[in-house]
């Protein structure tokens, strides 16, 4: 990871990776099979590590939370080179396995955000936790890795509270049974 976050994801080759690791490239290629299968399994396995979930006792202090320190990391360059990854065009079936694997890794630890929220009241039971980190998310994405608009101190507070104002919309659409 030092050498990915030294060079950045264009920098970094499998012969830099192979001479760090003390192997002979082959053993990393029969491993892995391409660079990016190599780069995208390491960035997983950090990436995953880099992303706390918060519990601020509020869904809008959590939303922000994460929107936050997701924006901080995907600023660093071991962010950028995890989102680079991620949105490389494969065919590779292993390469994307992996991204949909981290995914639904990332989507299920975070579900413990709406999952609080619901046992608090604060969102209704039938929130979909996954679709609402994505209403999160894609945002932050949609401007680091598409619009390369800035994220200001604003954004995640704002982003949190049109979440939480649709989640909470539900409620009101919902009939009493």
């Known amino acids: 990871m030092a050498a990915l976050r030294e060079g950045g994801w264009d920098q970094l080759s499998v012969a830099e990776v ?12 029969r491993r892995w099979r391409t660079r990016e299968g190599l780069m995208i399994d390491a960035l997983l396995t950090s990436g995953s590590q ?3 979930i918060p519990d601020t ?3 809008r202090g959590d939303l922000i939370a994460f929107a936050t320190e997701l924006s901080t990391f995907l600023a660093d360059p071991l962010g950028r080179a995890l989102e680079h ?11 994307i396995e992996a991204s949909a694997g981290y995914f639904r890794m990332r989507f299920e630890i975070a ?13 209704p039971v039938c929130a979909d936790p996954s679709l609402a980190l994505e209403m999160l998310i894609a945002p932050v994405h949609v401007r680091t890795l598409l619009t390369h608009q800035p994220i200001d101190d604003q954004f995640p507070s704002r982003l949190a509270d049109m979440l939480i104002h649709g989640l909470q919309a539900r409620i ?6």
Do not use: M, Q
């Open 18 to 29: 192979a001479a760090r690791a003390g192997v002979h490239e082959t053993s990393i290629y």
């Open 50 to 52: 880099e992303l706390p």
């Open 57 to 59: 006792g509020s869904l």
């Open 85 to 95: 990854a991620l949105a490389t065009p494969t065919v590779d079936p292993a390469t």
């Open 111 to 123: 579900s413990v955000i709406i999952k609080r929220a619901s046992d608090r009241g604060e969102i």
């Open 172 to 177: 009101r659409a919902t009939p009493p049974s």
